[in-house]
């Protein structure tokens, strides 16, 4: 077979956001935000160390003389972005996301934040077997059993590595509590 007739295999995602989708934000939109909180994060920064102190005493510098110039640098940076981003041509109007896509990202988002919060209460065990489970079931669509199995195995195994074996302290919830630990 010649190199002209070389076959191209396309393999299509079912699962994939419908290219229809209408649009969430732009390029610019996310470049501006992103560049207004990272200023307002070098500010913060900046002012506390400023507060701690910035100048040079008989030890040294104080503590806060590094953090602050750090917080001048990312407050540059933040506002050459800043000024890139209003600035910008056509690229920066493009779509950043759809809203297929900003879908799939809180169907991953949203379980993580709740895994986040579940383990304060539930410990980090209970909430892990949760989310591996709820991760495998909802967006895996694999059968509940074997949900079940691989989230209890997962979690009993980080349990004997972290707890017993390497004795590592982890949040603990309820159950732990009950059995024991």
Do not use: H
Request: charged share 15%; hydrophobic share 55%; glycine share 6%.
């Amino acid at each position: 077979m010649s190199q002209s007739e070389e076959l191209e295999i396309v393999v299509d995602d079912p699962t994939a956001p419908e290219a229809d989708s209408p649009a969430v934000v732009s390029n610019r939109v996310v470049d501006a935000t992103t560049s207004l909180l990272l200023l307002v994060l070098a500010v913060i920064l900046g002012y506390d160390n400023w507060r701690t102190g910035i100048s040079w005493d008989s030890a040294g510098p104080q503590a806060g003389y590094f953090p602050f110039y750090l917080a001048l640098v990312l407050a540059g940076a933040s506002l050459y972005g800043l000024v890139a981003a209003l600035l910008s041509g056509r690229e920066a109007a493009e779509v950043f996301v759809t809203r297929a896509q900003a879908r799939r990202v809180m169907a991953v988002f949203v379980p993580t934040l709740l895994f986040c919060l579940a383990t304060q209460f539930l410990g980090l065990y209970v909430a892990s077997f949760l989310l591996i489970a709820g991760f495998m079931r909802l967006i895996g669509r694999i059968a509940w059993w074997k949900s079940l199995l691989t989230a209890f195995l997962f979690t009993a195994a980080m349990f004997v590595t972290f707890d017993i074996a390497f004795d590592v302290i982890m949040p603990k919830g309820p159950l732990e509590a009950a059995f024991g630990y």
